[in-house]
Every structure is written in structure tokens, then in C-alpha cells.
């Protein structure tokens, strides 16, 4: 047999190193890739949550502003009268509801609502409060929500460019004997939108790309002076007029021209929300890119959030630092193939290196064997837990960190961590860790199988602290679920409810009750008193009123002065005797306010649920009857439909 040439040998070992760290490579990048989108989609709905969470919050405000006038006789005589008068009549009419309500525009100008208007059942514009003498033009066919309010007269907001604005636009129709008359518009702009976001998230900007399309479709004359071309897409038009950057420093045209160098002409198209990662000056980026819909369902544009993100930059110093390990392992590899008697000294050479990533890296590192015994633990692990090296490497890791809720007992070998690093897979989840303190830590835990000689000999895991990822999403429940002046749930949130009770109600065929709540003559508190003790006059409410509630009871704001309570399996009887108590609580208890005692009664209107009711307005329609009738009766009283 020919002896085989040292040369060739030694391209076979430069073979298998290089296609070795080739596929270390790939699985590096391929871990990289995932971290990075994985934090990228964490950050696109943070924002997603965050801008959704803003519109709410101005819908219901203007929801309760045109409730608030909807019970304002003088204001409604007076659209009546104007949007039938002619000549003379109507504009004096004009000049008398715009002074009549010019303070309340004031009000909404200091909340940043830019533009209000009036316009009848046509489209035909009654009253600009941003720009009064200007009335009488038909805006039908230029403003889709118009044509959507015609079809479908209910309160509705979205997107819209028009002719001076570009925003959202909040519509409520106005009826007069269940006939549409026309409808109030309060619109605010994307910079005010911006700024709502930036006091959730600062150290960041805000753009707005406006879609070509909608720009070519209405005819512009002062607007175009802010629109420029995107250097991102020839699509789309960048709002300089409206851009938003918390964060002065941040190199924003730069990081747009980055963008230029991503295809990102296809995702802009889709109309999907999306992040891309760009990197500058060895600082990571995350762009997020949120779409905005008018109210035909067209794209609007995008809202564009340029956020500096350590993370980022971290985790693509891992990918490299990891990448650079790997050659260097695989090069000491090939040392050691080559150079058999430097083995021992080089093996222990890599073992410090390793050691020193352990003890750099921020993330906590333990391992432990098949009995538990702890073989590793990294500083950042005890940092994190609050026990010293000593006490993890003595005591058993698992049982002494690891909380697994009502099941504390549970046993190491069920433990799911380690259960599935057994079967030969890697696990990561969301994971609650004990500390010395008694406290418990939320952390994201990944865990790989130890494998040596082809067989499992324990357990690497490395885990996280996302308190404060946990805390953000916690707040983001909080401000989707919450009415914010009385801690009560909102209307949303109660909706939701009382769908879920009915299906409940049709499957189990019990008997539940649904009460509406309104205060009496609540507009002479805030006439008399001011809005500051009306406000006053609500919570005290929100905290008198659950006094006696169950659990199951669901108390809830549904906007103004207006309240609603879910009971879950209670009769008619038992609501209208609750009802009672609470109407008595709140006669016998007035609020005490910087004013004085604030005397206020209730009119509470009371129902059950029945399993025929097609959706939640039914149930709704049904106790707002009852309400009705209370207050036709003189008020301060209970009534059931």
C-alpha cells in the first residue's frame, strides 16, 4: 500500500477544518438571524400595541366629547335649525353655534385636536371651527369616511388626506328620530400621534411615509411643500412637516439612506407591519414599520420608528465574537491534529478562554448533571439569583432557583427544562426563577443537552432577565383595558366581557343580569362645580360602587358619566336588589371634594341576558331602554326591560 503523502494529508485536515467552521458558520448566522428577528418582532409590537393604544385613547375621548353633546339641547337645536335654514337664517344660525361652542374648541385644540366640523347628511360642510367662514362645499366625493359614514352610521375613525390636512379623522353621526341628519368630525395629526407614542417610548423618531397614490387622488396646494420623496421608495412621500424625533441626536437621514440598501419595495407593498435591522457606525438600529389604513381599507402609508438598539448591536458583537471563537477553535483544532503533543496545553487553553466568554457575557450560564450537581454557574447567574457561587455549586440549582408556580415540589427529573434536554432537544420558554430574597425573577431561559462521547451528560442553560419587557407588556394591558380617571375597565374591555358571558349564558343556560348606570343631571356638577370635581364625583363612584361585588362581578366605565355592571349567574330579582343598594349607597355617601359634599343620585336601568340576543348591543339596547325609563319616571330610581 503506497504511503499517503504528508502534503495530502495535510489538505484533507485543511479540508475538514474548513468544512467544519463553514457550518458552524451557517448555524451561527442562522442563530444570529433568529435573535435578531425575534427581538424585531418584540419591538414591531411593542409599537404595533403602542399606536393602536393611542387611537383608542383619542376615540374614546371624542366619544365622550360628542356624547357629552348629544346631551346638550341648545346644540342640537341649533345644528337642526342650521342645517335647514337658507340665506340670512342659517348664517346667523352659523354664528351662533360657533360662538355657542367656541370654547369647547379651545378645549380640544389644548388636547391636540386639530381640526372639528359639522356637516349635514350630504356631505356638505356646515361648520369648520378651524376655519369657520369657509361652508357650504360638498365634501362627498373626496373623503371616503363621508361615503363609509352614509353606508354604515356608526362612530368609526381612520386614515384620511384631505385638501389642508393630512391625519386621522374620528366621525360620529348625528340622528334625529332614528333619521341620519349629518355628522360631527374632530380629526388629529400624525404629529400628534407621534407625540402620544414618544411619551410611551422616547429616544427615538418618528416618520410618516404617505403612500403616492393617496397624494395623486386629492388636489394639494400648501400641503405638497411638506412632502418629499422617500429615499426608501419612489412609493411613498416622507411628512417632513410632521416628523417627531425625541432623541436629537439621532442620525436620521443617514439611517434612511441605510435603508436604501434593503429591498424593501415588496414588504411596503404587502401592507404588513415589519422591522428591518440597520446597523451605523457599529451602533444597531431597529426600524419598524407600521401600516395606516383609511377607511376604504387602502394603504395610507406607514408610521416609520427609527429606535437605537444596544441589544442589537450586542447581539451582532455575539454573532462575530462567536463567529471569531469558532475559527480560533477550529484552528487550535487543527493544532491539536497536527500537533499532538501541545494537546493538553492547548485544550486547557481553550477551556480559559471559554471561561472568560462565561463570566463576560450578561446573560446567566449553569449547568448541571443527570443527578442535578451543579458543574458551572457563570457570575452573571448568581448576580441575577442573589445566591453566591458557592451556595449553587453546593446546593441543588433547580430546587433552589427554579419556581414552577403551585407546583414547587416538583420533581428535577419533571422539571420542563431539563425533561426535554433528555430527549435530545433544545428548550426555551418563559421561565420564573427564585431569588435569595424571596422574590421571583421572569427570565427567558434556552437550554441545550450536554453531550459527550454521543451520550447526554447534563444540561447547559442560559437565561435572561425580561422584567422589564414583562413590566412594559403588563402597562400596555393596563392602558388597553383601564379607564384612566377611575381604574374601572373600559368600554372595550367590558364589551369583550359581556360577549364572553353570553356564550356562556347560551351554553349553561343560566340567568345573568347586565345594569346600566347613569348619573343624574351629572352636566349641573360640571356647570356648577367644574370638571375637575366632576371628575372627583366618578371616582368616588368607581370606589363606592364594588362595595359588596363578587369576584365574578364586573364593574365597568363605558364613557362620561355612563357605567355598566355584568352579574354572572344572578336572577332578576337579585339585580334589582343589588341595583337598589348601589343607588341608596351612592344618595346616602356624597363626594367630598375641595368644594364641599357633592350630593349626586343614580338612574340605573337593569336586564338579563337572553340566549337569543344576536350580539352585545342587544343586551345593551335592552338595559339603556330600562335606564330610559328610570330617568322618564323622575330619575333616582331602578327600572328592568
Not at 97 to 125: F, H
Not at 432 to 443: A, I, K, Q, Y
Not at 501 to 523: P, T, V, W, Y
Amino acid at each position: 500500500m503506497p504511503k499517503e503523502s504528508p502534503r495530502l494529508r495535510q489538505a484533507g485536515y485543511i479540508l475538514l477544518l474548513a468544512g467544519l467552521f463553514l457550518g458552524v458558520a451557517l448555524f451561527l448566522n442562522n442563530t444570529y438571524q433568529d435573535r435578531e428577528q425575534q427581538y424585531l418582532h418584540h419591538r414591531l409590537t411593542l409599537l404595533d400595541t403602542m399606536y393602536h393604544a393611542s387611537l383608542d385613547r383619542y376615540a374614546l375621548a371624542m366619544e365622550t366629547f360628542h356624547n357629552g353633546l348629544q346631551r346638550r339641547p341648545d346644540v342640537f337645536s341649533l345644528l337642526q335649525a342650521g342645517f335647514h335654514a337658507k340665506g340670512l337664517e342659517q348664517q346667523i344660525l352659523h354664528e351662533t353655534l360657533y360662538q355657542t361652542l367656541l370654547p369647547d374648541y379651545r378645549d380640544l385644540q389644548a388636547q391636540g385636536i386639530q381640526q372639528w366640523q359639522y356637516l349635514q347628511a350630504d356631505g356638505t360642510s356646515y361648520l369648520r371651527f378651524h376655519a369657520p367662514s369657509i361652508y357650504g362645499d360638498n365634501l362627498l366625493q373626496v373623503r371616503p369616511s363621508l361615503q363609509h359614514m352614509q353606508t354604515t352610521p356608526a362612530p368609526q375613525y381612520g386614515f384620511e388626506v384631505g385638501r389642508l390636512f393630512i391625519g386621522f379623522r374620528f366621525i360620529h353621526p348625528l340622528f334625529s328620530q332614528n333619521e341620519l341628519i349629518g355628522s360631527m368630525e374632530t380629526a388629529v395629526s400624525f404629529r400628534q400621534i407621534s407625540q402620544t407614542l414618544t411619551e410611551l417610548g422616547s429616544d427615538q423618531a418618528f416618520l410618516f411615509l404617505l403612500n403616492r397614490k393617496t397624494v395623486d387622488d386629492i388636489s394639494f396646494s400648501d400641503l405638497r411643500r411638506q412632502l418629499r420623496p422617500a429615499p426608501i421608495s419612489d412609493d411613498f412621500l416622507l411628512d417632513e412637516l410632521n416628523q417627531i424625533q425625541a432623541a436629537p441626536d439621532l442620525p436620521v437621514d443617514t439611517l434612511l439612506t441605510e435603508l436604501t440598501r434593503h429591498e424593501l419595495a415588496p414588504r411596503l407593498a404587502s401592507g404588513a407591519p415589519f422591522s428591518v435591522a440597520i446597523y451605523y457606525q457599529g451602533q444597531g438600529y431597529s426600524t419598524s414599520f407600521i401600516p395606516v389604513y383609511s377607511f376604504d381599507n387602502a394603504l395610507g402609508g406607514y408610521i416609520l420608528a427609527l429606535y437605537p438598539e444596544p441589544l442589537l448591536t450586542s447581539i451582532q458583537w455575539a454573532f462575530y465574537s462567536s463567529l471569531g471563537i469558532s475559527l480560533l477553535a477550529i484552528l487550535l483544532l487543527g493544532r491539536l491534529l497536527l500537533s499532538l503533543h501541545q494537546q493538553r496545553q492547548q485544550v486547557l487553553q481553550q477551556k480559559q478562554r471559554l471561561d472568560a466568554i462565561g463570566q463576560a457575557v450578561g446573560e446567566g450560564i449553569y449547568v448541571l448533571d443527570l443527578e442535578g450537581r451543579t458543574l458551572y454557574v457563570n457570575p452573571a447567574a448568581s448576580r441575577m439569583t442573589g445566591f453566591n457561587a458557592e451556595k449553587l455549586y453546593q446546593g441543588n440549582f433547580h430546587q433552589l432557583v427554579h419556581s414552577h408556580g403551585g407546583n414547587a415540589a416538583l420533581p428535577f427529573s419533571q422539571c420542563p427544562i431539563f425533561a426535554t434536554a433528555l430527549n435530545g432537544d433544545s428548550y426555551e420558554g418563559d421561565e420564573l426563577f427564585n431569588t435569595r430574597t424571596g422574590e421571583l425573577l421572569p427570565v427567558v431561559v434556552t437550554s441545550l443537552p450536554m453531550i459527550e462521547q454521543g451520550a447526554i451528560t447534563g444540561v447547559v442553560t442560559v437565561f435572561r432577565d425580561i422584567s422589564e419587557r414583562k413590566e412594559n407588556e403588563h402597562k400596555l394591558e393596563l392602558l388597553a383595558t383601564t379607564d384612566p380617571l377611575t381604574g374601572l375597565c373600559n368600554r372595550r374591555a367590558f364589551i369583550e366581557r359581556l360577549h364572553k358571558e353570553q356564550r356562556l349564558n347560551r351554553r349553561l343556560h343560566h340567568e345573568s343580569a347586565l345594569l346600566m348606570i347613569d348619573f343624574d343631571h351629572f352636566k349641573r356638577i360640571n356647570d356648577e362645580y367644574g370638571h375637575h370635581t366632576g371628575d372627583e364625583v366618578l371616582k368616588h363612584f368607581a370606589r363606592l360602587a364594588p362595595e359588596g361585588l363578587r369576584e365574578t362581578d364586573l364593574l365597568g366605565r363605558l364613557g362620561g358619566e355612563e357605567f355598566a355592571l355584568l352579574l354572572p349567574g344572578t336572577d332578576l330579582r337579585g339585580a334589582l336588589h343589588l341595583a337598589e343598594r348601589i343607588r341608596q349607597r351612592l344618595e346616602q355617601h356624597p363626594t367630598q371634594t375641595e368644594n364641599g359634599l357633592v350630593p349626586m343620585t343614580l338612574s340605573i336601568g337593569v336586564t338579563l341576558l337572553h340566549e337569543d340576543d344576536t350580539d352585545t348591543s342587544t343586551a345593551l339596547s335592552r338595559a339603556d331602554q330600562a335606564l330610559y325609563q328610570a330617568k322618564h319616571r323622575g330619575r333616582n330610581c331602578v327600572e328592568s326591560a
